[in-house]
């Protein structure tokens, strides 16, 4: 059981984050990794390139984009066991194409020292709901979702993360 023993302007993302993160290879393709995600119930996921490093996030809307563009993409609303989420996208009517090619590239990443306030800085400016914690040669070791932070607030520094809300990515 993990509990917090600092005040909660003083947590870092290694305090929050959750181990492991979901990766998927740039060279995955898009079918491929929505079915990872569907079957991981997450809505994002790191992309790394072969060294293992963050060179990308793929999330739920890189998803729509991808299934906005094809040809007749109202045909492609889906029947619920082949979703992405049921409202989104068919999995297996999206193009083959590769992660790398839809994934959102400016991925925000955090080092594990990072503080809880600079960390929900982050994801305020740039509108996201995930930041990726990365060690020095830039591999995701762990992730803080906008819900960790939120949970952080409500539940205090002394709840133990096993009595706190499921969180998703």
Known sequence: MRT????IRSLTAA?????????IPQEMSLATAGA???REQISGAAVIDNGGRCVG???TTDFLNAASEMPGHESHRCAEEHCFH???VDVESLPRD????????????VAATTPIAEIARKMLDVHIHR????DEHRRPVGIVSSTDIIAAVAYGET?????????TN
């Open 4 to 7: 917090f023993a600092k005040a």
């Open 15 to 23: 305090d929050l984050m959750k181990q492991p993160v979901q990766t």
């Open 36 to 38: 990872i995600l569907k």
């Open 57 to 59: 996030v793929i999330s």
């Open 86 to 88: 049921e409202w989104q």
């Open 98 to 109: 590769e992660v790398r090619d839809h994934m959102s590239p400016d991925v925000v990443t």
């Open 131 to 134: 930041v990726f914690v990365v």
């Open 159 to 167: 709840t133990p993360l096993s009595e706190r809300l499921p969180v």
